[in-house]
Every structure is written in structure tokens, then in C-alpha cells.
């Protein structure tokens, strides 16, 4: 990527995305302006892709609701995004979890990863170092 | 091309223009050429990729030697100096410009891509796939029409990218920010004016 666009990127990151991967599940906070009112919906489900680099960097959220599979893609940096949580980690052993889509009930359920703190503070670090390379060129 | 967000947190599609410092090289005058102008320059080059004409040139104006020069048919011909440079500060945000630049070169493309005609059925034995369809006439009118779509040289041409917006300009780094996409490869040279179209109507 040119360095200029990296730069101007720079200054809209959110630095304080936490980090995670596909299988997480997490909870995202998403703010709902409707008419003058702004309020924060909380959506919840397992993280089935991440795509895109610096600023364009989305992420896929899968849940089933109701019997209903949902998906929503959203804006890794967008403001819209109040907070991210990561609620639970898994195994998985691909970068895109579109097989779920076609599993239902037990078979769709992932395999917990129990990990320490500190090896995931290892993990962010290393998984998130693009990124605070790249919030590190503002200025 | 990027992305940036605008205040509601919608996406805007972004193209980064680096454009200038512009230093102004020569004049022409209606004295000595017959119209007015300014000839601009942009992307400096090092004194030892230049060649003594070169070099002689930017010397009269005091800049660096540059790899572009353009000349600029303006009203405000008269109010520039040789030896002052253009920068981002004559064009500001929300403002609307035409941005012309040389399109991707595609070589020689078929109708297909060149002038985006469909093709034709891929079965029941049609053995009519991506031909450039009829030609014309018969003995009348025994040729065949000038701009009858054909395949052959496609891209690589002066494009002018009409009524886009400026979202943003960032002086301290002498960078454009438009709406949208612009003509040629990342990397290519553009002409940035005022948009004709908007200026006509205003």
C-alpha cells in the first residue's frame, strides 16, 4: 500500500479494537441514531471472516437467531462501532469459517480455546502489529 | 484509492491526489505568443536526471528541474509570477473539479470488453459466441460505417473525469482528497481543474 494513503489512514483507526479472530465470538456495540435519538445495540455471534487491511478492514459477525442465521458485516474502524468485546475464543483451523452456513444445531458449535492472558496479549501483539505500525505514522 | 468515513459514519470512497508544489516556469503573453498562459511543472526531478535544456529552463524560474510540464490557458495567467509555486490552497474542500488523466492502456480488447457488447447464446448450437455482430449493408451502401464498434486499441487515452468532488485537502502534505475514482493507474500524472460544468453554472 502507498505510504501516503497508509498515513492518511493513520489519523482514523480506532486504536482501541481488540484483537480477534475468526471463531471468536464477540459482542459488537453499534450505535443506532434514529431521528435526533442515538442509542447502542449490542450484537453477538461468531466472527466467520475478516478481510481488508488498515482502514478497509471489515469483519463478518454470524449468529442464528430464532432459527434464522443473521450475518452482518461491519467496519472494523467505523464510528458507527462503539465497542468491541471478545466474549469467547475457539479452534478453528481456517481463516473463513463460510462452513458454518451449511451446519446447524450441535454440529455448528466450535471447540473452546482456553488460553491464558498473557499468551493472548502475545497474540494481539503479533496479530495486531500492522496496525499499530500503521497508528504509529500519524502525526 | 481508500476509504474514509464522513460524521454520520457512512463511507465515502476516496482517491488521494498528491498534488504539487507547482512552480510556475514560464509566461506566455498575448506580446510575445499570442494568448495567455502560465507553463507549471510538477514532480521534481534530481539535477543529474536532467538535461542541460532542462536545466537552463528551470534556471530562468529559480525551481528544481521537474519530469511534467504543462501549460494552463487561464484567466488568472496574468496575476501569476515566474518562480512562484501553486499549491493545494487554490481549490478548497466541497468544491467540484474535473480531473483529466490517461486511462489504463487494455492493448488491443475485443468488442467485448472495448465496447461492451453482450455475447451471444452459449448453446442449442448457436456457434455464435463473441463476433463483433454485422457490419452493415450489402451493395448498398458497399462500405462499411465509420464507428462501427470493433475490436482494436483500447485505453491508454485522455480521459476527463467530470464533476468530482473534493472532500478534503491536506496543505502539509500538499494532498487532494476526491470523491470517487479518477482516470489511469495508481501512480499516473492528472490535470486537476475547476469544474467546467459547475463553474458554468454558478
Redesign the interface.
Known amino acids: 500500500m502507498?505510504p501516503?494513503?497508509l498515513?492518511?489512514?493513520a489519523a482514523?483507526l480506532k486504536a482501541d479494537r481488540p484483537y480477534f479472530r475468526p471463531g471468536d465470538t464477540v459482542r459488537v456495540s453499534v450505535?443506532i441514531?434514529e431521528g435526533d435519538k442515538e442509542r447502542v445495540q449490542d450484537y453477538e455471534g461468531i466472527v466467520i471472516a475478516r478481510r481488508g487491511s488498515?482502514?478497509?478492514e471489515t469483519f463478518t459477525v454470524r449468529r442464528v437467531s430464532f432459527g434464522v442465521g443473521m450475518e452482518r458485516t461491519f467496519?472494523l474502524?467505523?464510528?458507527?462501532i462503539d465497542a468491541i468485546k471478545v466474549v469467547r475464543h475457539a479452534k478453528v483451523r481456517r481463516a473463513k469459517l463460510y462452513y458454518l452456513r451449511n451446519l446447524s444445531g450441535r454440529k455448528a458449535r466450535l471447540v473452546e480455546r482456553r488460553v491464558s492472558t498473557d499468551k493472548l496479549a502475545a497474540e494481539a501483539a503479533v496479530g495486531n502489529k500492522a496496525l499499530t505500525d500503521q497508528i504509529a505514522k500519524k502525526g | 484509492m481508500?476509504?474514509?468515513?464522513d460524521e454520520?459514519?457512512a463511507?465515502i470512497p476516496v482517491t488521494?491526489i498528491?498534488a504539487g508544489p507547482c512552480p510556475v516556469l514560464q509566461k506566455r503573453t498575448v506580446e510575445t505568443d499570442g494568448y495567455e498562459a502560465v507553463q507549471i511543472g510538477f514532480d521534481a526531478k534530481p539535477e543529474r536526471n536532467a538535461n542541460k535544456a532542462e536545466k537552463g529552463h528551470a534556471a530562468k524560474s529559480g525551481a528544481a528541474p521537474v519530469r511534467i510540464l504543462r501549460e494552463m490557458r487561464t484567466e488568472e495567467a496574468s496575476s501569476l509570477e515566474v518562480g512562484q509555486s501553486i499549491s493545494v490552497e487554490i481549490f478548497e474542500e466541497g468544491e467540484i473539479v474535473d480531473v483529466i488523466g490517461t486511462s489504463k492502456g487494455r492493448g488491443n480488447a475485443s468488442v467485448r470488453k472495448r465496447h461492451g457488447s453482450k455475447p451471444g447464446p452459449k448453446t442449442h448450437g448457436s456457434m455464435y459466441h463473441n463476433r463483433p455482430g454485422s457490419m452493415g449493408g450489402s451493395s448498398e451502401p458497399a462500405r462499411t460505417f465509420p464507428g462501427k464498434p470493433s475490436a482494436g486499441h483500447y485505453g491508454d487515452a485522455r480521459i476527463t473525469a467530470k464533476n468530482i468532488k473534493i472532500v478534503k485537502t491536506?496543505l502539509a502534505?500538499n494532498?487532494i482528497?476526491v470523491r470517487g475514482s479518477i482516470p489511469g493507474a495508481?501512480g499516473g500524472y492528472v490535470i486537476i481543474r475547476k469544474g467546467k460544468k459547475a463553474t458554468a453554472k454558478a
Open positions: 502507498n501516503i494513503i498515513e492518511v489512514e482514523h450505535r441514531v488498515g482502514l478497509r467496519q474502524h467505523s464510528p458507527r | 481508500t476509504q474514509l468515513f454520520k459514519g463511507i488521494l498528491q491536506d502534505r494532498l482528497i495508481n
